[in-house]
Structures are given as C-alpha cells and as structure tokens.
C-alpha cells in the first residue's frame, strides 16, 4: 500500500482520456496534429494545445519490423548461425552480412539483438506502390517493433527518412509541479506517404 500526502493528492497528474493522430496517413511535409483530450483530479476535461504543460510528448518512428515466430519451419540467425526465432517483414530491405546478400525473406535472426546488430548492414530499396506491404499486419503473427524518437513537440512534420514508415505518439501526462507522471497513451499512424510532384512548370506563349 502506497500512501499518499494531501499535498501528493492535490499534485496528481491528469489522466489521458484520448489520444489519436487528426491525419492517421501523414505525408511527408505536411504537419500531423494530434487531437489529446486529458481530464484532471477534479473531473474537468480540456483539450491539450501547444500552450499546455501538462502533457509530456514523443514522437517515434518504426525503424524495422520483425516476427518473433519463424513460421516456415527450423531458420538459422544470418549472422550467427543459430537457431532463428524471428523474420525481417519489410520487403524493401536487404541485408549484406560477409559479403553475402539475404532478402528479407532469408533474414532470419536469434533475437532481438541480434536483428539490431545486423540493421547496420541493411539497404533499403525503392518500393513500389503496388508492391507487397510488410507481414506485419498478419494478425496470426507476433511482432517486434523497434523505435527510434524523432521529436518532443505536439505537432510533427513527417520527413523524407519517414517515407514508409510507421509513426507514433506517446503522450504522458505529468503533475503540475512536474514531480508525478501518470499512464502514457500512445496512437500509431500508418506509413507515411511521399510528398507529390510538383507539377511542371507552364509559360505563357503569345499568340500574333
């Protein structure tokens, strides 16, 4: 039992009701404006604005995704020969590991570690728009994503190395003192969209 001061009581932080992306595919350039709705101790409710201290924010992208089953039978770890618990999904990555090229349907992996040492030597390759999406959206499997943070603002602005990725915002609320932290909430987007061509340029030509 954790007991707790008037003064703690009186400084408890405000609980994230809901939290999710206005944009849930963003594009590149253009600002993602999360809507956060927060309600305090006292039960009042308010919407979180850029003015507004009493929420922590973090915005992460997926660097890569794995499947921590091998689902096709017995796989050995690309870069050390044991048994494998976990596949690449992306589609448009390859991996050089000793002068030998895997796809990512031959990158398998012994664990989480292992994956991570060997992203060193990935490439990632152009994708078509119709080209297979990644595994990971296969419900029957378990997956592993690892996240890199990117930005501690409210709003984000989806850069070229987020084409294709997958974002996502984590928002704490904090006491008013700063002293307390309560449950974070977080809300994922899809893959992030290529900004469009700029369509080209037309002059004007006079008619005699």
Request: hydrophobic share 35%.
């Amino acid at each position: 039992f954790l007991f707790k001061s008037p003064a703690m009581l009186a400084d408890s932080p405000p609980v994230v009701v809901r939290a999710e992306l206005l944009n849930s595919v963003p594009i590149e350039g253009v600002e993602i404006e999360p809507y956060v709705l927060i309600q305090f101790p006292n039960g009042q409710s308010r919407q979180v604005n850029d003015d507004d201290d009493s929420v922590l924010f973090k915005w992460l992208r997926c660097e890569y995704t794995a499947s921590s089953d091998t689902q096709d039978g017995p796989k050995t770890c690309i870069m050390t020969g044991k048994a494998a618990t976990m596949q690449c999904l992306l589609p448009d990555v390859t991996f050089e590991i000793n002068g030998v090229t895997y796809t990512h349907e031959q990158a398998y992996f012994a664990s989480v570690d292992e994956f991570a040492k060997a992203w060193q030597f990935h490439e990632r390759h152009h994708r078509d728009a119709d080209a297979p999406k990644p595994r990971r959206q296969d419900p029957s499997r378990d997956f592993v994503n690892v996240w890199q943070e990117i930005g501690q603002t409210r709003v984000y602005v989806p850069q070229k190395q987020d084409v294709g990725r997958i974002l996502k915002l984590e928002c704490t609320p904090i006491s008013q003192s700063g002293l307390y932290t309560g449950k974070a909430v977080s809300a994922e987007s899809g893959e992030v969209m290529a900004a469009p061509r700029l369509p080209p340029v037309r002059t004007m030509i006079e008619v005699p």
